[in-house]
Structures are given as structure tokens and as C-alpha cells.
T-cell receptor, first 114, second 115 residues
Framework: ETGVTQSPTHLIKTRGQQVTLRCSSQ?????VSWYQQALGQGPQFIFQ???????GRGNFPPRFSGLQFPNYSSELNVNALELDDSALYLC?????????????FGSGTRLTVV | AQSVTQPDIHITVSEGASLELRCNYS??????LFWYVQSPGQGLQLLLK??????LVQGIKGFEAEFKRSQSSFNLRKPSVHWSDAAEYFC?????????????FGQGTRLTINP
């Protein structure tokens, strides 16, 4: 079975621009979560998608938005990029609404905002 | 507010020595507890998890963790470390809020192994 794949691996954006990050969930997983990991910190929950609906959100502003597609892949969109958005963005998938069996994480997208 | 504390930012141990990484959580009920490991440039890999039952849980790569309700702790242990264990370790609490589960992570403990 394939794991969670994220693209791109790295990218550099200018402040004020918009970015889209992509995630393919592990086969059989229908729940996707996104996390932001700033340098030297633990990951922070952005939001979760289950069956194409957002069903949980962390303390992130509305310029952070997402989508989940019928094949359970997902996108994270960030508008009006700020310097503090520079971080590793991790996607995680699990089967079912509650990850009782743990979450499978991708290797992340390193976003640098200049 | 729910939180996870990993008191040790950086630990150095010699190869073959025993290891204990500390984790304390602040949460009213018995939480779902996880330990993840992150190698440089990589995502997070699940080492082990605790939901209920036996308070000593076994994980992958020879790791184990013990849940102690009275101390609100979930410390990770390994009897003999290998150089390949050098990585960042994260303790996390799984919280269910409004039907969604989110993981609340500690800030991590960086483990260095001396040869």
C-alpha cells in the first residue's frame, strides 16, 4: 500500500502571494488533516477533512483553506502569504473520523516566504 | 487548555545506553496518547499509541511507553539505543473536538547519540 504523498517538496513564495499544497492520502484512508510545523516546534493542527467536508479547525485565520476530493486527496490553500507562514506543512491521513489506529504522515512541503 | 509538555529539548546518550524521554499532558479525561519520531527532512512516523487497557505499551523499533494517570505522564523508553535512533521525538495527545480529532503535540525532544 502507498503512504501519504505530498507535493511539492519545497517551494519559495513572495509575501502577499497565494500557494496551493497537495496531498494524496494513504490507500483506504478517508480522513485528511493538515498541520503546520514551524522551525523548532511541534506540528500545529490547521484543519481536518472527512468525506469532502471540513469538520474541525485549529487557530488559523480564514486565509488558510482547503479542499478534499472524492478520491480523498486534499489541497491546502494559503492566501496573502506572510513571512510567518514559512514552515513545514504536513498532511496526515487516517481511516474513519477518529484516528484510533494513528495517523500516517507525509514527508511534508517546506514553504519559504520571502 | 489542553497541552503537552516535553521538558527536555535536547538529550544526548551513548550508543547502547538506556533512554527515557519525558512527556506530561494537561487534559481532563484519559486522552489518546501517541509518540512520533521525525528524522531530518522527513514526516512523522508513529512509534506507539495508548487508548486504554494495559498502561505499558509496546511499539516499533524496540520502544515502549508507560501511561501513568496519577502523574499525567506518558514517558517513552528504550533499553539500548542505536545510532539510527538519533531523531526528533514528539509526544502528542489526540483530542476529539466537535467530531474531529486533532493531535496536540509537544515541542519535541531532539535525541543525539554518541558513538
Amino acid at each position: 500500500e502507498t503512504g501519504v504523498t505530498q507535493s511539492p517538496t519545497h517551494l519559495i513564495k513572495t509575501r502577499g502571494q497565494q500557494v496551493t499544497l497537495r496531498c494524496s492520502s494513504q490507500s483506504g484512508h478517508n480522513t485528511v488533516s493538515w498541520y503546520q510545523q514551524a522551525l523548532g516546534q511541534g506540528p500545529q493542527f490547521i484543519f481536518q477533512y472527512y468525506r469532502e467536508e471540513e469538520n474541525g479547525r485549529g487557530n488559523f485565520p480564514p486565509r488558510f483553506s482547503g479542499l478534499q476530493f472524492p478520491n480523498y486527496s486534499s489541497e491546502l490553500n494559503v492566501n496573502a502569504l506572510e513571512l510567518d507562514d514559512s514552515a513545514l506543512y504536513l498532511c496526515a491521513s487516517t481511516g474513519g473520523l477518529i484516528g484510533l489506529y494513528g495517523y500516517t504522515f507525509g514527508s511534508g512541503t517546506r514553504l519559504t516566504v520571502v | 487548555a489542553q497541552s503537552v509538555t516535553q521538558p527536555d529539548i535536547h538529550i544526548t546518550v551513548s550508543e547502547g545506553a538506556s533512554l527515557e524521554l519525558r512527556c506530561n499532558y494537561s487534559y481532563g479525561a484519559t486522552p489518546y496518547l501517541f509518540w512520533y519520531v521525525q528524522s531530518p527532512g522527513q514526516g512523522l512516523q508513529l512509534l506507539l499509541k495508548y487508548f486504554s487497557g494495559d498502561t505499558l505499551v509496546q511499539g516499533i523499533k524496540g520502544f515502549e511507553a508507560e501511561f501513568k494517570r496519577s502523574q499525567s505522564s506518558f514517558n517513552l523508553r528504550k533499553p539500548s539505543v542505536h545510532w539510527s535512533d538519533a531523531a526528533e521525538y514528539f509526544c502528542a495527545v489526540g483530542l476529539i473536538i466537535q467530531g474531529a480529532q486533532k493531535l496536540v503535540f509537544g515541542q519535541g525532544t531532539r535525541l543525539t547519540i554518541n558513538p
